[in-house]
């Protein structure tokens, strides 16, 4: 099982950064991949940014190409996602996610808040 605790979020103006982190405990040698996803009120979970542990390869929803970021320290267990030129439309609570292999995300942060005000 893998523990994951989410922070930096808060309330920003847009154009503004944030740096979120996601510390992970637990059986974090066996993780393939970390995950970025977000949800809006009254809309659907979505995809943000996700990272490969080894090797560090990384994919973007199109929406934030180019404003986001994703990296991650193996040392200390923990990813960022750098988010800089933020829009309103990026408010929305953001969720860390790992999984163990290509197929789907095992386990889930608790989720912190951003919100960009206009």
């Known amino acids: 099982q893998v523990h994951l605790v989410e922070s930096g979020g808060g309330l920003v103006q847009a154009g503004d950064s944030l740096r979120l982190s996601c510390a992970a405990s637990?059986?974090?040698?066996?993780?393939?991949?970390m995950g970025w996803f977000r949800q809006a009120p009254g809309k659907e979970r979505e995809f943000v940014a996700a990272i490969r542990w080894s090797g560090g390869s990384t994919s973007f929803a199109d929406s934030v190409k180019g404003r986001f970021t994703i990296s991650r320290d193996n040392a200390k267990n923990t990813v960022y996602l750098q988010m800089n030129s933020l829009k309103p439309e990026d408010t929305a609570v953001y969720y860390c996610a790992s999984a163990y292999t290509i197929a789907s995300y095992d386990y889930w942060g608790q989720g912190t808040q951003v919100t960009v005000s206009s």
């Open positions: 637990g059986r974090t040698m066996y993780i393939y991949r």
